[in-house]
């Protein structure tokens, strides 16, 4: 009953307003029903406003009154209001308010009046009938209704058996059985029937019985039995029962219903002679028999998917053996027949969808046509609904086929004339097939083409109006191939025609829909059907059985085997197949040949299957230690990669498996994407690429591919053609590209928290590379339409979708040259017949026009203060050319040429090639060698285009308003060092892009600081490479350093590349000059000492990281070493100490880290073998050696036994040489050019070449230095010597300067044993303690207040030289003034002696020089030493301040007088001692220290101490670091104390002897 409410308002003003209303109301509904609508909606109205008074809202007698004229509107009003009366009658029986049953008593009451008591007494409760008076006792009426009941139903009529005559039955028979193509009809018959029961008293139940036997015998006759039985027949019931007779007739064991039977009763129930409901009770099994059954079914069906699966010991296979027998004992009892299966057939093929629809409801999903003939009898259904449709647009061309003839019944479901009328029968009926369409393998291929044609329309028709429709049918066919198509095609016995003609509706779904039912046949189908579950479990067996037995030796069998299997379960084998390969990857090759059976639709379930095992969130892409990828991970990538190259899969849904995970974040999948890449175009991205390799990959596409990878990738074309198509298609170029290089930073500031800095680093590497290459195949396969369409200017790739720089220009990169090259190429066909000067100027006027835009958009790339320092043009131009355009690299294009040459000689020679074959390969390589020549044409004539575009634009590249240093810190920040990193090819482009830069004689560059800023500071750069990173900077480092070595080589080529260019120009702020004063060149010799520095200060960066412990220092610095072995180490000092280091790395990380040890272990191997190419030091830079020193080259400063390397002693020997070579041009009197060549060379070997180097003021401030000495110079040649206190105080300053050339020997010997941070600390505190010692000589207080506030700043500044050194090594801090100004008080205090001594100069130089080099690192170990020395220079300096008695002063000037005379004559055997000592024992670490002032006593026994100490340090091994440390401290200190008495005594007797 429809609701319905009586608003408020009528209740309350029920007469005015309600009334009225209410009476409107049912009129409306009344007409309404008129029309043909039901009459709920009037019963409702009435009920409604019958609840009102039964509730009490509304007055019995306005309410009867309503009722009453209500009966006027309808005959049938009456029987309504009983109704209604009869639900409440229900409803207020079951309420316990006694009020409300007398509302309602009394309002039927007062209805009697109009409505019928007969009415009432139908419908009412004989309970209600009594309290209304209409009947007398309700229990005497019941007792009443149940015999009426009785006598109507139960009672039955008795007929005389006895009067009934066979005759009569005879005649009937042969009544029914007569001819019937005459003009007999069933009304004829009829009427001799009725009188021959008239006649001979038959029974009209055994007459009808009868007429169904006869029925049943002729069934074909079912126009006219039909009519007959309908006209005959008074109850259906009757008939049931009938049937339902002889059903149970034939439900006995071993009886079989006959069809005939089923044939009569699905007549009867299609023409609605019988009701489905009254029939189905009769037949047999009952329904809860026949869930037990599928239940039975389905379990048995997972038992046996189970034992294929298990490991069957032989005892339990008899046990089975058995139950199998008895099992089958069992089957043999025949049971009963499924009737309802039986009718159900019937009904089938009679047509009737309808009732067999309610039959087959009753039953388990699929039980029905799980039986065979019940499915092609649905079959045989579909087959007549969808023919006229097949006809029109499912039949292909030239296909032949028989046509069906219709079903005659006008009953049976309608056949379907379009697409729409599918819905209506067809694809439910589909739906109840299921799997078992797969006995009808017509009706399914008639299935599958209809859904192609019906795609084809859809995919056409764009009308708007119709597109929810065509969206729904859609659905309809999906659905059909989910539960339908995919399914049936499993059960099928290995039909691949079938799989390739589904696989023609497949690939007309996108690959979403596709790969969503390829899930569901997977991973649900299989489980929901008893049939399904053993197909699986045979599957899954027999794959076994296949992936047991296969070698790359049967293979093709193998592959047959698989190709039948994949036919009809591609989704199981696959399955297996890939868990395999997981586990052992050596079956990858095997297993990708043997998949050449397959068909289209088992390759693109494969393509599936791989992207659900590499989806699969149950396993871990790491291993357990979570520093690598999982190996299941890596064989599944390299499965991808050779799979889909080799087969044409679909490649859009891997790919934007990969988009969806580095949207995600999650960058373990883009292995895939590298196989992927590498495999299908041929595009190798590895650091371990030879130098021939790397050397063809700068050429052009031909010699890349047959020189640039390590196997020559052919066929690539069609492959490669795919994976473009597949990325255009998706539009998924540039958004994997941007995601990729988006996730470099993302792997480690977003993923790297949680994960080993290992795999971050292997994880980074990995994203780089693949950009890279994934880079490198769109620049090569795109169109340049195509590409510059897709890729965005740089200013939005970096600003709106924030990619990095390095990144973005390596996308645009490929852009910038097709856009030149097609305006070159338009300018040439405007002006056809120019020279190859106009060329070129139309060359660098189309430069000019495509990059002037470009040049615009890096500016919002760098804050504004960037573009004060290097020019925009500049930064463009470095980061958009490639090695292409700057160099031909001929000797690879010689090399491949001449390799095709010996080719095509090898195939003349060889006899057993068959003529024509030899002929092909012979134009084969005839091709490829002409292409190869056109190609090194076409680039040699492209690279002297683009050196002439340099030559033109170099003046404006770089600003002469910012210092050179700033310029060299932006090149190398923002240009040289991303870049560098980047790619093998770009570390090899930014090596030759200095040197191009170079040789261009570019104004304002200076290509010596630039060296020396990438020589001097390795360290962090190191450190914070990737592995893959740290191949790539020793590359970039090896390209720089053959650079350096050739120049290094011979004076010759130095002279011609480097002499007269700006940028070998020393004093840095010259600008603009195109080689600047001879004076201010770098000489070929100081050159090389500058060289020999970059090679110190790469031991030492290299020592440092070894020594750190840390695995990503050592990692790194090993392979930076490896890649710079060709140039690094030439030094033999050098080398050892390098030795020395990896040989300790192989010991310490033998145990623990085993790739560190390889590394080492490969380094050290390969460094033994370039020993023979090293050389001495005094080889490798001209270098004076002392007169004393008489020990090899390999002793001097080498490294001893110990593993560090003898930094100090190297320190020494590099500042011994350069100052000796100073001392002795001084003393041949060419003072004035060396001294500027000298101080070039300082500034040249200083640790940056900052900030002091370019000040004006400091070269003022030197010139004023060097005249000041001059002038003392000359005074002191005008001065006589001849006179004896002359000679006495020349001889005093030499043995000064011996003394304290000695003092600095000792010094340097001690800081070997001491750490390197306490050496460099203690070098300005030396310095300055001695410059308080010589002053506070004098006893002048004004001088050591002085001296003090010199100590506090010079503490000050040796906090900001820390603080600078840390800091200065990526981007260099200008070096502070405090170096300049104790090489100019060194250079003042050499000058300043009339005739020095050769040692004494060569001691103060190395001293000058250690200190200057010294000024590069930090220091740290030493403070607590520090503060002990400036506390005894306080001490002393009170001392002096408070005055002895002259007496003492003077008995101390006799006493020093006396010990300096002692000390000159014992010089003389010390120093041959000395030199005996150095050539017969290892002395560089322990000389004996013999400048002590104490007595010759003390002296002999110290000596003796020393000697003894330095045999037993001889005898000992290596020892340890912390012991020599202390040791040598403390010896320090006593010296110093020493020397520093002494120094002050000394100090005031040659005053005093002056004085006199």
């Known amino acids: 009953m429809a609701s319905f409410t009586l608003p408020g308002e009528w209740i309350k003003n029920w007469e005015k307003l309600g009334k009225h209303e209410f009476v409107q109301l049912c009129k409306k509904l009344t007409e309404k029903s008129e029309h043909g609508s039901e009459i709920k909606d009037i019963q409702s109205v009435l009920y409604e406003l019958c609840w009102q008074v039964v509730q009490g809202n509304l007055k019995l007698d306005l309410v009867v009154s309503v009722l009453r004229d209500m009966m006027e509107l309808r005959d049938d009003m009456q029987s309504v209001l009983a109704d209604v009366f009869c639900i409440l009658d229900l409803e207020t029986s079951s309420l316990e308010e006694k009020n409300k049953r007398d509302h309602y008593t009394q309002l039927v009451g007062a209805c009697l009046c109009f409505v019928p008591e007969a009415i009432l007494k139908e419908r009412l409760d004989p309970e209600t009938l009594e309290s209304l008076g209409l009947i007398k006792q309700a229990h005497q009426f019941n007792q009443k209704i149940v015999k009426i009941k009785t006598k109507l139903f139960y009672k039955q009529q008795k007929f005389n058996l006895l009067r009934e005559e066979n005759e009569g039955y005879a005649k009937l028979i042969t009544e029914l059985g007569q001819d019937l193509s005459g003009n007999i009809t069933s009304n004829l018959v009829l009427e001799s029937i009725k009188s021959l029961i008239g006649c001979f008293n038959l029974d009209p139940n055994r007459v009808l019985d009868i007429i169904l036997e006869v029925y049943e015998s002729r069934s074909d006759q079912d126009e006219f039995f039909l009519s007959l039985i309908k006209s005959y027949m008074c109850e259906p019931i009757t008939l049931c029962h009938i049937l339902g007779f002889k059903f149970k007739f034939y439900q006995e064991p071993n009886e079989e219903t006959p069809k005939s039977l089923y044939h009569i009763a699905a007549a009867l129930l299609h023409h609605n002679l019988i009701e489905l409901e009254d029939l189905y009770v009769h037949l047999m099994p009952l329904d809860a028999t026949i869930i037990e059954e599928h239940k039975r079914e389905i379990s048995e069906a997972k038992q046996i998917a189970r034992k294929l699966v298990m490991v069957v010991l032989p005892s339990e296979k008899s046990e089975d053996k058995e139950k199998e027998k008895e099992k089958e004992e069992e089957k043999n009892e025949k049971p009963p027949d499924n009737q309802k299966l039986g009718l159900l057939e019937a009904l089938l093929r009679i047509g009737d969808w309808h009732h067999a629809q309610i039959i087959m409801n009753q039953m388990p999903s699929f039980y029905a046509s799980s039986h065979k003939a019940i499915a092609l009898a649905l079959c045989q259904l579909v087959h007549l609904t969808v023919e006229p449709l097949y006809r029109r647009a499912g039949v292909p061309k030239g296909a032949r086929s028989c046509k069906m003839q219709l079903l005659m019944n006008k009953r049976a479901p309608q056949p379907a004339e379009s697409f729409e009328d599918l819905r209506r029968d067809t694809f439910s009926m589909l739906c109840y097939l299921g799997p078992h369409l797969s006995h009808d393998p017509i009706l399914f291929a008639k299935i599958v083409r209809l859904g192609k044609a019906f795609m084809k329309e859809y995919q056409s028709d764009v009308r708007p109006e119709l597109k929810d429709k065509m969206e729904l049918l859609l659905s309809c066919f999906l659905s059909i191939a989910d539960q339908v198509l995919l399914p049936s095609i499993s059960v099928m016995e290995c039909n691949a025609c079938m799989s390739e003609e589904l696989w023609g509706l497949f690939k007309l779904f996108p690959y979403q829909h596709r790969y969503r039912l390829y899930g569901q046949w997977k991973n649900e189908t299989y489980s929901g059907h008893p049939l399904l579950v053993k197909v699986k479990a045979q599957t899954v067996d027999r794959a076994k059985y296949i992936m047991k037995r296969l070698t790359k030796e049967n293979v093709k069998q193998s592959g047959r085997q698989i190709g039948k299997l994949s036919h009809s379960n591609p989704t199981i084998l696959f399955d297996y197949m890939l868990s395999q390969i997981q586990w052992y990857d050596n079956l990858i090759v095997p297993v990708v040949d043997s998949l050449k059976f397959l068909t289209s639709l088992n390759y693109d379930v494969l393509a599936y299957c791989i992207i659900e095992a590499l989806a699969n969130p149950e396993k871990e892409k790491m291993k357990h230690d979570d520093t690598t990828i999982s190996s299941w991970l890596q064989s599944l990538a390299s499965l991808c990669g050779a799979v889909f190259r080799k087969y044409p899969i679909e490649l859009a849904g891997l790919l934007q498996y990969v988009t969806n995970q580095l949207k995600a974040g999650k960058s373990f999948d883009l292995l895939i994407m590298k196989e992927v890449v590498q495999k299908m175009a041929g595009i190798e991205i590895t650091d371990e690429m030879t130098s021939e390799q790397l050397e063809a990959m700068t050429g052009g596409e031909q010699l890349k591919a047959e020189g640039g990878y390590f196997g020559q990738i052919r066929n690539t074309k069609k492959s490669s053609q795919r994976l473009k198509d597949a990325l255009l298609d998706h539009e998924l170029a540039l958004p994997l590209c941007l995601l990729m290089a988006q996730q470099r930073n993302g792997v480690v500031f977003l993923e790297g928290g949680e994960k080993h800095l290992k795999l971050v680093g292997h994880l980074y590497d990995q994203c780089h590379d693949t950009l890279v290459q994934f880079g490198g195949f769109l620049a090569s396969n795109l169109s340049t339409e195509d590409y510059i369409k897709r890729v965005p200017s740089i200013d939005v790739l970096c600003n709106q979708f924030h990619t990095p720089h390095d990144a973005a220009f390596f996308l645009s990169r490929p852009m910038y040259a097709h856009q030149i090259l097609s305006k070159y190429d338009e300018m040439k066909k405007a002006d056809k017949g120019s020279r190859q000067q106009q060329k070129a100027q139309k060359y660098v006027s189309a430069c000019e026009q495509v990059m002037a835009s470009v040049h615009e958009a890096v500016v919002s790339l760098h804050p504004a203060r960037v573009w004060d320092d290097i020019r925009p043009q500049f930064y463009s131009t470095f980061w958009s050319l490639t090695m292409y355009d700057l160099a031909v690299p001929q000797a690879a294009y010689d090399r491949e040429v001449n390799k095709l040459k010996a080719q095509i000689k090898a195939i003349e020679e060889?006899?057993?090639?068959?003529?024509?074959?030899?002929?092909?390969?012979?134009?084969?390589?005839?091709?490829?060698?002409?292409?190869?020549?056109?190609?090194?044409?076409?680039?040699?004539?492209?690279?002297?285009?683009?050196?002439?575009?340099?030559?033109?634009?170099?003046?404006?590249?770089?600003?002469?308003?910012?210092?050179?240093?700033?310029?060299?810190?932006?090149?190398?920040?923002?240009?040289?060092?991303?870049?560098?990193?980047?790619?093998?090819?770009?570390?090899?482009?930014?090596?030759?892009?200095?040197?191009?830069?170079?040789?261009?004689?570019?104004?304002?560059?200076?290509?010596?600081?630039?060296?020396?800023?990438?020589?001097?500071?390795?360290?962090?750069?190191?450190?914070?490479?990737?592995?893959?990173?740290?191949?790539?900077?020793?590359?970039?480092?090896?390209?720089?350093?053959?650079?350096?070595?050739?120049?290094?080589?011979?004076?010759?080529?130095?002279?011609?590349?480097?002499?007269?260019?700006?940028?070998?120009?020393?004093?840095?702020?010259?600008t603009g000059i195109e080689g600047g004063n001879k004076v201010d060149q770098l000489d070929y010799e100081n050159f090389r000492h500058v060289v020999h520095k970059w090679h110190y200060m790469l031991t030492k960066a290299s020592v440092h990281c070894l020594e750190t412990g840390d695995y990503t220092h050592i990692r790194n610095i090993l392979i930076v070493l490896t890649k710079i072995l060709p140039c690094y180490p030439k030094v033999l000092n050098l080398g050892q100490a390098l030795e020395c280091r990896v040989h300790k790395i192989c010991l310490e990380e033998k145990d623990k880290r085993p790739d560190l040890y390889a590394l080492a272990m490969g380094y050290s191997g390969r460094l033994k073998s370039q020993k023979v190419h090293m050389v001495p030091e005094n080889e490798f830079h001209h270098k004076d050696q002392p007169a004393r020193s008489t020990t090899p080259a390999s002793q001097q400063n080498g490294p001893g036994s110990t593993s560090k390397p003898a930094t100090g002693t190297s320190k020494s020997e590099e500042g011994a040489s350069d100052d000796g070579d100073r001392g002795k041009d001084k003393s041949q009197g060419t003072a004035n050019p060396v001294n500027k060549a000298n101080s070039a060379t300082a500034k040249v070997t200083t640790s940056n070449g900052n900030g002091a180097l370019n000040s004006a003021k400091g070269v003022k401030e030197r010139d004023d230095k060097e005249k000041s000495v001059k002038e003392k110079k000359e005074k002191k040649e005008k001065t006589p010597g001849s006179t004896p206190e002359t000679k006495a105080e020349n001889r005093r300053e030499k043995q000064r300067e011996e003394r304290a050339g000695k003092e600095e020997r000792v010094a340097r010997e001690g800081k070997e044993k001491t750490p390197k941070a306490d050496r460099e600390k203690a070098k300005p505190e030396e310095k300055n303690s001695k410059d308080d010692k010589t002053k506070a000589g004098n006893g002048d207080p004004t001088e050591l207040t002085r001296e003090r506030d010199a100590v506090k700043e010079h503490k000050n500044k040796e906090k900001v030289d820390r603080n600078a050194a840390t800091g200065s090594l990526k981007s260099p801090n200008p070096r502070l003034e405090s170096a300049e100004s104790e090489r100019d008080h060194k250079r003042r205090k050499l000058d300043c002696h009339s005739s020095p001594s050769h040692s004494s100069t060569v001691k103060d130089g190395s001293n000058e020089l250690k200190e200057s080099t010294s000024k590069h690192h930090t220091n740290f170990n030493s403070v607590a030493r520090s503060k002990s020395r400036e506390k005894e220079v306080e001490k002393k300096e009170t001392e002096i301040t408070q005055g002895r008695p002259k007496e003492k002063k003077e008995e101390k000037e006799r006493k020093e007088r006396k010990r300096d005379h002692i000390v000159t004559d014992r010089e003389a055997s010390l120093e041959s001692k000395r030199k005996k000592d150095e050539n017969g024992t290892n002395s560089a670490k322990n000389s004996p220290s013999c400048d002590s002032s104490l007595s010759p006593e003390k002296e002999r026994t110290k000596r003796s101490k020393s000697s003894s100490k330095e045999k037993a340090e001889s005898v000992k091994p290596e020892r340890t670091s912390s012991g020599g440390k202390k040791e040598s401290r403390h010896e320090k200190e006593k010296k110093d104390k020493r020397d520093s008495s002494s120094g002050k005594e000394e100090k005031k007797h040659h005053k005093s002897d002056k004085h006199r």
């Open 910 to 1070: 060889n006899p057993e090639i068959p003529l024509n074959k030899k002929k092909k390969e012979k134009e084969r390589c005839t091709a490829l060698q002409e292409k190869l020549q056109e190609e090194e044409k076409k680039q040699a004539e492209h690279v002297q285009r683009v050196l002439h575009r340099l030559k033109l634009e170099k003046d404006n590249w770089l600003l002469a308003k910012s210092t050179k240093n700033e310029t060299i810190t932006k090149f190398l920040q923002l240009c040289l060092f991303p870049r560098c990193i980047f790619s093998s090819i770009d570390a090899v482009y930014c090596a030759r892009f200095v040197e191009l830069v170079h040789q261009q004689k570019t104004p304002n560059f200076c290509t010596l600081l630039c060296y020396d800023r990438v020589f001097s500071a390795i360290i962090y750069t190191v450190a914070s490479c990737t592995e893959n990173e740290s191949h790539r900077y020793g590359r970039f480092l090896c390209c720089m350093l053959e650079t350096v070595t050739r120049w290094h080589s011979d004076r010759v080529i130095y002279e011609k590349e480097c002499v007269n260019y700006p940028g070998f120009l020393t004093i840095f702020r010259a």
